[in-house]
């Protein structure tokens, strides 16, 4: 569904913050990128939703298809037009408005066709938001702020859904909730990209999975079977 080819990318003024990086995700499935801190997740999934050049980065090689289509870069509304949509890192949502408020306004901005029951299917989903549709997004906790993110995405429709560090500062409970959100949406038929610096999380949903290092991958495999790499427990499952 989404294919990476060995690509490399500069911000101004910085050296490469990806190099040579290829990546796949079928369709249907969970696939995980982890890594540490400036390793370059959050670029990658600025690359496949077109938004590098806001951060004045730009792709130096290689390139990005979305079943089988080149984006150009051209457009940065031509992802989100094949249905790539990304809930952003730090839950942008409108703390002024209500929980309905916001994703009324997400699933008018998708377009009527796809924004249809998608606000329903929301509230299915995580009944909390339901519970809580005439509060401001501001008064919100902080797991019920990720899980209104989610859902300002999800009204889109997606077909591919990119999260960017999804359980960044929840309680270990809630980031379950959130994890266990991510797997009924796949069973579905939604395909997942997941960056989470949490590895073992990522790893216990991900049929696949990627290791960044410094801007490269230095290992991929079945979420399980990284799950048992000495190498990956040491560095990142604080393991032995
Ligand atoms: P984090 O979890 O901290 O977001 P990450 O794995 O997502 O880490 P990136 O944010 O993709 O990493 O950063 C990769 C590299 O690119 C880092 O060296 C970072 O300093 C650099 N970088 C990121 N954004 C910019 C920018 N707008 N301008 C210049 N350099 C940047």
Known sequence: MLDVRDLSIAYQGSIAALRGVSLTVPEGAIVALVGNNGAGKTTLLRAVSQNLRRHRGRITQGEIRFEGQALTGADPEEPFRHGVVQVPEGRRIFGTLTVEENLRLAAAA???????????????????????????????????????????????????????????????????????????????????????????????????????????????????????????????????
Do not use: C, K
């Not at 029951?117 to 797991?143: C, M």
């Not at 266990?180 to 790893?203: F, K, S």
């Open 110 to 240: 998708a377009g009527r066709s796809r924004g249809r029951g998608a606000i329903q299917r929301v509230y299915e989903l995580f009944p909390v938001l339901a519970d809580r549709r005439r509060q401001r997004g501001l008064l919100l906790s902080g797991g019920e702020q990720q899980m209104l993110a989610i859902g300002r995405a999800l009204a889109a429709a997606p077909r591919l859904l990119m999260l960017d560090e999804p359980t960044l500062g929840l309680a270990p409970q809630t980031a379950d909730r959130v994890m266990a959100a991510i797997r009924r949406l796949n069973a579905d038929g939604m395909a997942v990209l997941l960056v989470e610096q949490n590895a073992a999380l990522a790893l216990s949903i991900a049929r696949h999975a990627y290791v960044l290092e410094l801007g490269g991958v230095s290992l991929e495999g079945p979420g399980e079977r990284l799950r048992e790499d000495p190498e990956v427990r040491r560095l990142y499952l604080g393991g032995s």
